[in-house]
Nanobody, 117 residues
Framework: QVQLVESGGGLVQPGGSLRLSCAASGIIFGINVMGWHRQAPGKERELVATITNRDSTDYGDSVKGRFTISRNNAKNTVYLQMNSLKPEDTAVYYC???????????WGQGTQVTVSS
């Protein structure tokens, strides 16, 4: 059994920053790609950022230059540092981790990020 626990969401003013964390626990034999997705009301879920086990990163066009994804393999944790936040970043953010031995994708429960003055 694998569980992902997210933290760090909340309400922030435009231009502010937040840091999201997602920790995996349970029976884990290796972690491959880790990532973050988000879903705003009335919109489809979209990719925010991914990071491979070789620390290669990729970002959605709307967050490039503002968000940074990182990982701590010893803690089975992925982070998302979000700077210069905009109202259009408001969404529920979900972490997604590919975990062995079966190399399945697991999802976090989601954390709300609201950017508003």
């Amino acid at each position: 059994q694998v569980q992902l626990v997210e933290s760090g969401g909340g309400l922030v003013q435009p231009g502010g920053s937040l840091r999201l964390s997602c920790a995996a626990s349970g029976i884990i034999f290796g972690i491959n790609v880790m990532g973050w997705h988000r879903q705003a009301p009335g919109k489809e879920r979209e990719l925010v950022a991914t990071i491979t086990n070789r620390d290669s990163t990729d970002y959605g066009d709307s967050v490039k230059g503002r968000f940074t994804i990182s990982r701590n393999n010893a803690k089975n944790t992925v982070y998302l540092q979000m700077n210069s936040l905009k109202p259009e970043d408001t969404a529920v953010y979900y972490c997604n981790i590919n975990i062995g031995p079966r190399w399945r994708d697991y999802w976090g429960q989601g954390t709300q990020v609201t950017v508003s003055s």
